[in-house]
């Protein structure tokens, strides 16, 4: 009932930027919690940042100043700038969220909801 749908990710050369987006789509009721997290080859998925639907932010230390997470909450879509890119940040980045959806039999349940994934390769 409920699809995120990535963009944006691709080739940049060091200290380039980019910004990737994550678009929620079906029947959404509400969604909470949203983030990016990022899986590089021989490594463990982790947590780049994450976004409440007030807007709190929190980020990996080592994208603190360089990544901003936002979203749009009337477009379903979180987003993360991310600047100053360095080689280490390639990786596959997934957005993630919380959302509650109206099932069919009319009840709204809260489930967590993964993308497809979204390559980002820095390199010269």
């Known amino acids: 009932q409920v699809q995120l749908v990535e963009s944006g990710g691709g080739l940049v050369q060091p200290g380039g930027s980019l910004r990737v987006s994550c678009a929620a789509s079906g029947s959404i009721v509400s969604i909470y919690g949203m983030g990016w997290h990022r899986q590089a080859p021989g490594k463990q998925r982790e947590l780049v940042a994450s976004?409440?639907?007030?807007?709190?932010?929190n980020y990996v230390d080592s994208v603190k100043g360089r990544f901003t997470i936002s979203r749009d909450n009337a477009e379903n879509t979180v987003y993360l700038q991310m600047n100053s890119l360095k080689p280490e940040d390639t990786a596959v980045y997934y957005c993630n969220a919380d959302v509650t959806y109206r099932n069919s039999a009319g009840y709204a349940p809260t489930d967590n909801y993964w993308g497809q994934g979204t390559q980002v390769t820095v390199s010269s």
């Open positions: 976004i409440t639907r007030g807007g709190s932010t």
